[in-house]
């Protein structure tokens, strides 16, 4: 049971307002190796009952490097540097900050929407709201009782 905890953990960090099993299956037995890189890192929040955030750590790239495109419910963020050449008299003795190209993407569930998305600080924060259309909501179907108004006729004929 333990090895079925490790393999979904990953996968459900990629997942947001997901209710459906089969597609957390099946985008687990695509490419592996792309599925569960670890960079950029990123938070999933929950905000309320509708309502989730997506947080990146993308210190070092500018908002003209990074891209965000929803299609087919599925959410993705790219970002690509362009080469910065460091001046002659520098010499970067340790280089920490990564830089490379990512593509990160996240499988949304029905009616999930993106609402905003922000970078300030280093962070890019995408919001996301699901929007269930009116009739596709749950409705309380009133009951009639039938066999009361027959037992009242009933009672009216005595």
């Not at 029905?110 to 970078?119: M, N, P």
């Amino acid at each position: 049971m333990t090895n079925v905890l490790a393999l979904t953990t990953p996968l459900m960090r990629q997942t947001v307002g997901f209710d459906r099993f089969n597609d957390l299956f099946e985008s687990l037995l695509r490419d592996t190796a792309e599925s569960f890189d670890s960079y950029p890192p990123y938070n999933i929040e929950k905000l309320g009952e509708d309502d989730y955030k997506i947080t990146m750590a993308v210190a070092g790239f500018r908002q003209e490097d990074l891209n965000i495109v929803l299609q087919d419910g599925v959410l993705t963020v790219s970002g690509r540097t362009k080469k910065q050449e460091a001046p002659e008299t520098v010499q970067i003795l340790h280089r920490g900050i990564a830089s490379r190209p990512f593509e990160r993407t996240f499988r949304l569930a029905d009616y999930i929407k993106v609402t905003d998305a922000d970078l300030r600080d280093g962070l890019l924060t995408v919001s996301l709201a699901r929007e269930v259309p009116e009739e596709k909501k749950p409705r309380l179907i009133p009951i009639k009782d039938s066999g009361a108004k027959a037992l009242e006729g009933k009672k009216d004929k005595k």
